[in-house]
């Protein structure tokens, strides 16, 4: 059975920003490029109906599109640390999606997740790296920021368990309302609608 979660997927030139965080921490095991992503909400392992049900449910949002910025690096669990993450600065078009998405599950009897969201994208998981060293390497990361980027979709992934996640596959995705290409789309469909009538 699948491991299921709602998630934004992170396009190439921030993951390659990422991926300039590598390295430099004993007992770090790192998260492929390719399997970067920030997770929305976790729904966790499901029966095929409900996640039916939840696919189904995800095709009634509409949210615009809007621009994140990932930026700062962190870490979860402070006396014992077992991941190391880039962090995103605050979005409330980001808190509107993820909320909305958050109640869609609850309605359908995912449980709730007891974490508050955090916007991360998971670096690293890990095994044994001593607080110490941890600090040493935020404390000469810290001034990390990516470019922003659009954010113009989000998805429903899927993982097996396995060891650090991995491989996620993208079951289904769910485009934002851009605005701004409504407006720009209008003039070539009239042009084509001229063309049709000649």
């Known amino acids: 059975m699948p491991r299921l979660f709602t998630a934004l997927e992170i396009p190439r030139d921030a993951a390659l920003s990422l991926s300039l965080l590598r390295g430099g921490l004993p007992g770090a095991r790192w998260i492929d490029v390719e399997n970067y992503h920030m997770t929305l909400r976790f729904i966790g392992d499901v029966e095929g109906h409900v996640a039916d049900e939840i696919a189904n449910a995800l095709d009634r949002v509409r949210r615009p599109s809007f621009s994140l910025t990932l930026s700062g690096v962190g870490a979860f669990g402070s006396r014992k640390p077992h991941a190391i993450y880039a962090g995103a600065k605050a979005s409330p078009d980001l808190n509107a999606l993820q909320g909305e998405i ?97």
């Not at 009897?109 to 508050?116: E, K, M, S």
């Open 102 to 198: 958050d109640r869609i599950c609850q309605r359908l009897g995912v449980p709730a997740d007891p974490r508050r969201f955090t916007p991360h994208v998971t670096l690293a998981r890990l095994r044994n790296s001593s607080p110490a060293e941890v600090a040493k390497y935020l404390s000469a990361r810290g001034n990390f920021a990516a470019a922003p980027f659009r954010v113009g979709r989000f998805v429903l992934m899927s993982s097996r368990d396995s060891v650090g996640g991995g491989p996620y596959v993208i079951e289904e995705a769910w485009p934002l309302a851009a605005t701004e290409a409504r407006v720009s789309s209008i003039p070539a469909l009239s042009a084509q609608q001229n063309w049709i009538m000649r």
